[in-house]
Structures are given as C-alpha cells and as structure tokens.
C-alpha cells in the first residue's frame, strides 16, 4: 500500500509542477504563451526541469509514509533534495527553474505521507499542518541568529530580505503551515472550479490570491522592498478584483504584466505555492 500511495503522491507532485507551467497568462512568470520578465526560460525549459526532478518525489513521500518523525525528516529531505537540484541544474544547463519548489513540495510530499502513514485519508490542511513540524522553529534557528549578528559570508538573498526587512519567505511560509496555499490559493481554486471555471482559469484566481498574501522574496529582490510594499499590492489587488474565471478577461493580467516589465518584475514565490495548491488540492483523489 506504501508503494502505491507513494506513486501516487510522486504523480500528484509532478502533475502540479506541469499544471503550474502550463497555466496561461500568468503576469511576470514563463507560460505557455511567453518568458514574462525572463530572459533565460520559457515552458519547455520548465517543462524539462520538472521531468528532470520528477523521479525524486517519490522518495519525498515516502521518507513521510514510513512514520519518520518530524524532528528527523529534513536530514531525509534534504539529501534527496540535493540531488534534485544538481538534476534540475543538469538538465536546465545552470538555470534555477524550480530550487524553490523542490523545497516546498518536498515537504508536503513528507506531510501528505506522514498523515497518511496513520490514517487512511489526508486533507491538504493535514498535509501542511505535517509538513509545517518538519521545519518547526526553523525563522528562530536559522533566521533570527543573523539579525543578532551578521556572519562573516555572504548572505543569500532569502537571509538580506529578513536581516533588513523581517521578511521570512518561504522559510515562514512552510513553517506556518502554508497559509497562503490554505487561506488563500486553495479556496480560491475550488470556488473558482465549483462555480464552473476551467482549471486554467481556477490556477488564475488562485495565483492572483496567493500573489496579493504570500511574502514574495522574489518581487522584492527584482524590484525593492518599497516597491512589494507599496506599489506591488494594489496591481495585484485591482487585478484579483476585477478578474472573473467563470468569464476570464486576459487582458487584465496582460496590462498587469505590462506593468511588471519595467522592473522584470517576476512573482516567483507565488508561481511556486501555485504549484503547492495544484497538488494540494488534487489530495481529494488520494
């Protein structure tokens, strides 16, 4: 049974990461009409990139699925998710596509697994709630450290933006049980999809909520914290507003990726819990 929901999850994952890809028009990031504010991918190139990782996700959910407990499973996750990276990078010739991702989803691949392993149905927010005790503490261990005193490296780009700005990204993101996802993406997608819209267009309305919620490391790295802050969130809100799924009008989200073009600005922390809510929500068929 392991082995079955194990592939199973493993598919889940790698369906989200190309449901992601394909979504279309998605302002700022590569789909399958363009590069958005990319100069170096397009979809094929994510496409590629997720065939490339897609034979370590099962493993992923299984480190969850054998009842590893949650104080042990990122030494698990990790090693594999070091190995998806070089895969990623091998196939995408040097180009970070999906080094995020692969953080994100490895975790709930374990989550999903983990409350699998006791039961024999898991929601998404069990998932998430899982995943989030895998990475308990991780802002106090490895975040709030640097504020107090800055090491003599350099830092990433992900420990800047808390240094200077009390940003958490990702780290935040997963250790709080992926809010944006099950506050925002998530329920967004499924009245979207119950009210008779195309996955396509239910993707939509769930990037354009994650977008206005989510701590997006990658807007502010691209354009500056004062531009997330403060020109950032009304784009996006007029956008989120105005759009309908059920009668999708892609001009709004083209005029909003012509906004985004001056700065290249790209929204790739949300592109990312975007793929989070497609297999999240595709829990319901497991």
């Known amino acids: 049974m392991k082995s079955r929901e194990a592939k199973l999850l493993a598919e889940a994952a790698h369906e989200a990461a190309v449901s992601e890809a394909l979504t279309t028009p998605k302002p700022g990031l590569v789909d399958a009409e363009g590069s958005g504010c990319h100069n170096d991918m397009d979809c094929a190139l994510f496409l590629k990139s997720a065939r490339a990782i897609a034979p370590f996700w099962e493993a992923q959910a299984r480190t969850g699925l054998e009842g590893t407990p949650p104080s042990a499973a990122m030494r698990e996750l990790r090693a594999a998710g070091a190995a998806m990276e070089r895969a990623m990078f091998a196939a995408t010739d040097g180009i970070n596509t999906h080094k995020g991702l692969i953080y994100l989803m490895s975790l709930l691949l374990y989550g999903a697994g983990y409350a699998l392993s006791s039961r024999d149905r898991v929601s998404a ?9 895998a990475v308990r503490g991780v802002v106090e261990k490895e975040l709030l450290p640097l504020a107090e005193k800055r090491p003599a490296r350099e830092l990433s780009n992900g420990e800047r933006l808390f240094v200077e700005y009390g940003i958490t ?8 049980a992926f809010p944006s996802v099950i506050g925002g993406g998530l329920p967004a997608m499924r009245r979207a999809a119950e009210a008779g819209a195309s996955e ?3 993707g939509l309305a769930a990037l354009l909520t994650i977008m206005t919620v989510c701590e997006d490391s990658n807007v502010i790295h691209r354009a500056g914290y004062d531009y997330w802050k403060n020109v950032y969130p009304p784009l996006v809100g007029a956008a989120l507003a105005a759009f ?15 906004a985004f073009l001056p ?3 790209s929204p790739g922390g949300a592109a990312d819990l975007l793929s989070c809510t497609y297999f999240l929500n595709s829990l319901r068929k497991i």
Do not use: F, Q, T
């Not at 927010?125 to 005790?133: E, I, P, Q, T």
């Open 125 to 133: 927010a069990d998932a998430a709630k899982a995943a989030s005790l």
């Open 169 to 176: 990204g990702i780290r935040g993101e997963a250790a709080a």
């Open 200 to 202: 396509n267009d239910a």
């Open 244 to 258: 309908d799924p059920c009668r999708p009008d892609y001009r709004l989200l083209r005029e909003l990726e012509a």
């Open 263 to 265: 700065l290249r600005v």
